[in-house]
Antibody, heavy 121, light 108 residues
């Protein structure tokens, strides 16, 4: 079955960077993409962007452009999301979700379990 | 970007009752690319409905979606204990994909 397993909880200081991983199994990683969605405490969901697993093509939400980098490692079927210049309002649970190959479909039947990132001085 | 407004914020109902959740878009959602997700505390969202009215794999038929343009509805015909959760609508017709703020269905 499709599984996406994310890295563990992170605590960072303002201005630092965080890199969250998403290791996948149960499907052919290079035939799909990965999107990242975050959820601030008690808030709704926010789409951050998409990366194609094989080509490395990306599409970032304008809000995060210049501050986020999404990459993949096809040898380990793992996707990564790197967010820089962290602020307190980046405190959230970050989810990866399986997406389409050529572009983000925006439809997510398969999700990781989430990674809690806390930004605090 | 398209803003989705869900109502009500909280719905207090008893098991067996019918739940009707609303999602209104700030502009027309292309091709009815509207989805609904269910989320329980501490868990990832679960896809229920896509294309406004198609049930995702394994979703019971007590869940149904309807609507087009700017107004969409999720209906749960008879609430089961496991249905008490937060529900989000999402549009995936115009990038960036956006979500509503959620409707909490709680036990009355």
């Amino acid at each position: 079955q499709v599984q996406l397993v994310q890295s563990g909880t992170e605590v960072k200081k303002p201005g630092a960077s965080v890199k969250v991983s998403c290791k996948t199994s149960g499907y052919t990683f290079s035939n799909y993409g990965i999107s990242w969605v975050r959820q601030a405490p008690g808030q709704g969901l926010e789409w951050m962007g998409w990366v194609s697993a094989d080509s490395g093509n990306t599409n970032y939400a304008q809000k995060f452009q210049g501050r986020v980098t999404m990459t993949t490692d096809t040898s380990t079927s793992t996707a990564y999301m790197d967010l820089r210049s962290l602020r307190s309002d980046d405190t959230a649970v970050y989810y990866c979700a399986r997406d389409s190959y050529y572009h983000s479909s925006g439809l997510y039947p398969d999700w990781g379990q989430g990674t809690r990132v806390t930004v605090s001085s | 970007e398209i803003v989705l407004t869900q109502s009500p914020g909280t719905l207090s109902l008893s098991p067996g009752e019918r739940a009707t959740l609303s999602c209104r878009a700030s502009q027309s959602v292309r091709s009815s690319y509207l989805a609904w997700y269910q989320q329980n505390p501490g868990q990832a969202p679960r896809l229920l409905i896509y294309g406004a009215s198609s049930r995702a794999t394994g979703i019971p038929d007590r869940f149904s979606g309807s609507g087009s343009g700017t107004d969409f509805t999720l209906t749960i015909s008879r609430l089961e204990p496991e249905d008490f959760a937060v529900y989000y609508c999402q549009q995936y017709g115009s990038s960036p994909w956006t979500f509503g703020q959620g409707t909490k269905v709680e036990i009355k």
